[in-house]
Nanobody, 126 residues
């Protein structure tokens, strides 16, 4: 089992940056693909970024490509989301998630993930 805890959210002006962290417990962290999702009020949870267990493959939603970077440190059991050039439409609660797939795989559908953190809110003011 994996327990996840996000941190790093907050209030930032448009154009600013934030770095989200997701700390995982459990020795199997390095076996899991990880994803970041966002959920705005009244909307479904949406894929933001994903990374395979090794970190070799990453993927991003079109809306954040070129602005956000996902990375992981398996020695520290942590996954990160560096968010630059933030826009008001990035405002949401951000969740990290862990899921197991064989090989270098991940999912963009939130229903594919097994474990979730409690979320960290990000507010971008215009």
């Amino acid at each position: 089992q994996v327990q996840l805890a996000e941190s790093g959210g907050g209030l930032v002006q448009a154009g600013g940056s934030l770095r989200l962290s997701c700390a995982a417990s459990g020795r199997a962290f390095s076996s899991y693909a990880m994803g970041w999702f966002q959920q705005a009020p009244g909307k479904e949870r949406e894929f933001v970024a994903g990374i395979t267990w090794s970190g070799e493959i990453t993927d991003y939603a079109d809306s954040v490509k070129g602005r956000f970077t996902i990375s992981r440190d398996n020695a520290e059991n942590t996954v990160y989301l560096q968010m630059n050039s933030l826009k008001p439409e990035d405002t949401a609660v951000y969740y990290c998630a862990a899921g197991y797939w064989a090989g270098e795989s991940y999912a963009t559908d939130f229903r594919g993930y097994d474990y979730w953190g409690q979320g960290t809110p990000v507010t971008v003011s215009s």
